[in-house]
C-alpha cells in the first residue's frame, strides 16, 4: 500500500465514520430515551436522500434547501412513529421493534411507488475538490458530510449537556420513573428525541444522497452498520457509538481497499459478534439494560 | 394438557379425519398458479412451525430464515455435487442446519432478549455473505446462487407412475413430511423439555436455581428449530430448483415474524393461522387488485395493526369465537324452554 493510496483511504474513512456516526448516534438517543432500537432508523436515512432525490435533482432547488427541506422531513416522520407506535407500546419495547419493522415495509413500500426500483442518480452540487496530492483527493461533497457530522454531533453534544431540555433527556435516558416523578415530561422529551434522532438519519442520508445512488432498499446496509456500532459502542451511549463510528469506518475502509467489500462486511459482522460475546455492554456501555 | 371426554376425543378424530379429506381435495379445486402457491405454503407452515418452537425459550431469532437457506444449500449442494439421492440429501441438508445452529449456539446463548435478536441477525448475515463472497463462488455460486438443482425422482411403483413435477403430486410429499415433522414438533412441546423450555422463558433464573441447565436447554430449542427450517429449506430447493443468496434475506424473516405475530405464538396452532390466514388474503386480494408492488406495504401495515389492536394475535380470536358460539347456544335453549 503506497503513501498516496493509505493517505486517500484515511479521507475516505474519515468521510464513511462522518455518515455512520449521524445515523448512529441518532438510533442510539432513540435508544436512550425511550427504549426502542428503531429497525426504520436505515428507512429514514433513506427518505432522506429521496428528498434530495425529488427536490434538488427532480425539482432543481438549491442543494442545501434541499438538504434541510429534507432534514424537517425525516424529523417529521419521527414524530409521526413517535405518535403512532412507539407512545401506545411504551411498555413494551419488543413491541415497538416490531411495529417499526412494520414501519420500515410502508415507508420501502412508498419509495418504490413513488420513484420505482432503479438507482436515482443525483448530479453533485459542487464539482470542487481539495487536491492534497497526487491521487490524494476530497470532494467537497464528502468534505460537506465530514462537516456537518462534526457540527450536529458538537452542537448535540452542547444541548444535552448545557440546555434544560438536554438534561431533560439524560434525566429519561437515565431512569424514566425518577424522571417523571421530577416533573419531566415524558412525552415531549420522546418527542423531541424522535425528532432529532430521525432528523440526524434524514439529514445523513440528504446528504450523501449525490455519492450513493439512492434506491428503496438502501437503507438495509444502513441499519446493519448502525447496529454494528451501537454494540461495539455499548447500546445507549452516545460518546461510545462516535467512537465505534469512528472504529469501525477505518476498519471497514481499509478492508475494502486492500481486499473487496463483502469480507468488509464479514469482519463488521464478526467485530459486533466478538463484543456482544465478550463484552456485550460495548466499549461505553455502563450497566445491563431492557 | 386438559383432558379431553370420550365425546370430544371422538369429535376430535373426526375434525382429523374432514382436515385430512379437505387437504387431499383441495389441489384439485385450484389453478396451477393457485397449486404452486400451495405447495409453498406447506413449506411455510414448517417453517413458522419450526420457529415457534424457538420462541417458547423467549428468544427471537433472526436467523431462522438464513437456517432454512443453510438445509436448501446444503441439500441442494450434496444431492448436486456429491450425487446423493435426493431424498437422502434432504435429511442431510436439515442435519447440517442443525448442526450450524448448534454451533451459533455457543456464541449466541450467551446473549438474551434483545442482544439475543442482534446477535442472531450478525450470524445469520454473516452465513449470507459467505454464501455471496467470491472466494467461494465454486462452491456457493455468489450473489446468482445454485441452479439446476436435481428434483425429487419419479416414484415408479407397478402400474403408477407419480411425477413430482407436477405440484399436486409434489404437494402430497410436502404435506406427509409436514404432517410427520408437525406430530415431532409437538410431541416435543408437549414433553417434558417442552415444559422445561417454558419454564426456562418465564422463570429463567428459577429454572437454572432447580437445576435445569439453560444454555444447553435453549441451544437444544434452536438446534430441534433449526432441523425443521433447514427440511423446509430442502423441500423448497428441491421442488424450485434454484436458491440464492436474496431468497433468504431480511426481507423473508420479516415475513416469517409476521405470520408469527400476527397468527400469536402461545398455542402450536397460532403460528399456522397467521401463514395460512395472511397467504390468502395476500393471494386473493393483492393478486385480485394486481398490485404485487403494495405486498410490503400490506405486510407492513398488518403488522402493525396487529401489534397495536391484536397484540395476542389471531389465536386469541378463538376462544372469544368459542365463548359467543356457547353463549348464544345457551341464549337459545333458554329462550326455548318456555315454549316446552
Known sequence: ?290 | MPERGASSGLSWALGCVLLAVALIVLPHLLSLSQKEILVLLVINVLLVSSYRLLTLTGEWSLAHVVIMGVGAYGSALVAKELGVPVPLAMLVGASIAALVAFLLSFPLFRMKGFYFLIGSFAAGEVIRLIWKWSEVTWLFGGPKGIKLIPPVPDIKLFSLDIDFYDPVNYYYLCLIVVAISLVILYRVERSRIGLTFHAIHWQDKLAESVGVNTFRYRSLAFVVSAFFAGLAGALYAHYIGTVNPNRFGVEEMTYVLIWAIVGGTATFYGPILGVVVLTILNEVVLRALGVDVMRPMFYGALLIVSILFLPDGLESLVPRIRAWLAERKEKRAVADQPAR
Not at chain 1, 503513501?3 to 455512520?20: H, K, P, R
Not at chain 1, 452542537?155 to 431533560?168: D, H, I, M, P, T
Open chain 1, 1 to 290: 500500500m503506497t503513501l498516496e493510496l493509505f493517505l486517500q483511504t484515511v479521507a475516505n474513512a474519515t468521510y464513511a465514520a462522518s455518515y455512520m456516526a449521524l445515523v448512529a448516534v441518532g438510533l442510539v438517543l432513540i435508544f436512550g430515551v425511550m427504549g426502542v432500537i428503531n429497525f426504520a432508523h436505515g428507512e429514514l436515512y433513506m427518505a432522506g436522500s429521496y428528498a434530495v432525490v425529488a427536490l434538488y435533482a427532480g425539482l432543481g432547488l438549491p442543494f442545501f434547501l434541499a438538504v434541510f427541506i429534507g432534514l424537517i422531513f425525516v424529523g417529521l416522520l419521527g414524530l409521526l412513529m413517535e405518535y403512532g407506535l412507539f407512545r401506545p407500546l411504551r411498555d413494551n419495547p419488543l413491541g415497538g421493534l416490531i411495529a417499526s419493522i412494520g414501519f420500515l415495509l410502508i415507508l420501502q413500500t412508498i419509495a418504490v411507488l413513488g420513484f420505482g426500483v432503479q438507482m436515482e442518480h443525483v448530479p453533485p452540487s459542487t464539482q470542487d475538490k481539495i487536491v492534497f496530492s497526487d491521487g490524494v483527493v476530497l470532494t467537497y461533497q464528502r468534505l460537506y458530510v465530514i462537516v456537518a457530522s462534526v457540527t450536529l454531533l458538537s452542537a448535540l453534544w452542547l444541548f444535552l449537556r448545557r440546555s434544560k431540555f438536554g438534561w431533560a433527556l439524560r434525566a429519561c435516558a437515565q431512569d424514566r420513573e425518577a424522571a417523571v416523578l421530577q416533573g419531566i415530561s415524558i412525552n415531549n422529551t420522546a418527542r423531541l428525541a424522535m425528532f432529532i434522532g430521525a432528523a440526524l438519519a434524514g439529514v445523513a442520508g440528504a446528504l450523501t444522497a449525490p455519492l450513493v445512488a439512492p434506491t428503496p432498499y438502501m437503507g438495509h446496509p444502513v441499519i446493519i452498520t448502525a447496529f454494528i456500532i451501537i454494540i461495539v459502542g455499548g447500546i445507549g451511549s452516545l460518546e461510545g457509538a462516535v467512537l465505534a463510528a469512528i472504529i469501525y469506518g477505518f476498519v471497514s475502509t481499509f478492508v475494502t481497499t486492500i481486499y473487496d467489500g463483502t469480507l468488509a462486511n464479514i469482519v463488521g459482522l464478526l467485530l459486533m459478534l466478538i463484543v456482544l460475546v465478550v463484552k456485550p455492554t460495548g466499549l461505553f456501555g455502563a450497566k445491563e439494560r431492557a
